[in-house]
């Protein structure tokens, strides 16, 4: 089974400060996917990511890809308090089930 | 384009009680997920249909959880009997057979057990 880690768990950043999401997987996965969720909400798509070196911006977030690391990375600039949620990543099998990782809840402060 | 419609959006039953969640999908979507996303957790696939077939259930909790999608459109997920440990939130998702497979989800339903 596909395992998919997330850190930080919890982040709490100032406004206007940079940081960085990581999200490892177990096994080879050629997709990656990220998701927002608000409080009470279901999940919003941000990104999808295809291939390896597949770098995807909107706004203040950026997501990239390294598969042979199995690594993807969502980087926030200059964060601001619209971007407090939590931020999931997802990687798929060769059969596209999902797997999912725990989350990352982004709080940031004024 | 209407979105993923799921309902009821919110459910509270006592354990041993039967309880039936439906979803329909965004038109023209052949793969429908239904999900079980536990509170501060990720959500954990269920079951996964591509039209009206079962791709995935490994993770369906077959003694009690059913699933079922009729013509390949709308799908119903029951539970029955429920257990304390099902309350969580249930969440639809389909998808095309595009080359992203990207999903979108639907509101969700919020089910207590109590």
């Known amino acids: 089974e596909l395992k998919v880690e997330q850190n930080p768990l919890f982040l709490s950043m100032q406004e206007g400060k940079n940081y960085t999401i990581y999200c490892n997987y177990s096994?080879?996965?050629?997709?990656l996917y990220w998701y927002r969720q608000d409080p009470g909400k279901s999940l919003e798509s941000l990104f999808v990511?295809?291939?390896?070196?597949a770098v995807k911006q909107e706004g203040r977030l950026m997501a990239s890809l390294d598969t042979k690391a199995r690594l993807s990375t969502l980087h926030i600039t200059a964060a601001v308090h619209d971007l407090s949620a939590t931020y999931f990543c997802?990687?798929?099998?060769?059969?596209?089930?999902?797997?999912f990782g725990t989350g990352t809840s982004l709080t940031v402060i004024p | 384009e209407a979105g993923v419609a799921q309902s009821p959006r919110y459910k509270i039953i006592e354990k041993r009680q039967s309880v039936a969640f439906w979803c329909n999908p965004i038109?023209?979507?052949?793969?429908l997920y239904w999900y079980q996303q536990i509170l501060g957790q990720g959500p954990k696939l269920l079951i996964q249909?591509?039209?009206?077939?079962?791709?995935?259930d490994s993770q369906l909790p077959k003694d009690r959880f059913s699933a079922e999608r009729l013509k390949g459109v709308d799908s119903t997920l029951k539970i029955q009997p429920a257990k304390l440990e099902d309350s969580a939130v249930y969440l639809c998702?389909?998808?095309?057979?595009?080359?992203?497979?990207?999903?979108?989800f639907g509101p969700g339903t919020r089910l207590t057990v109590t």
């Open positions: 997802a990687a798929t099998n060769t059969g596209n089930q999902f797997y």
């Open positions: 038109s023209g979507h052949a793969t």
């Open positions: 990511l295809l291939s390896n070196g």
């Open positions: 096994t080879t996965s050629d997709r």
């Open positions: 249909f591509q039209n009206n077939g079962v791709v995935d």
């Open positions: 998702a389909s998808s095309s057979l595009r080359f992203t497979y990207e999903q979108y």
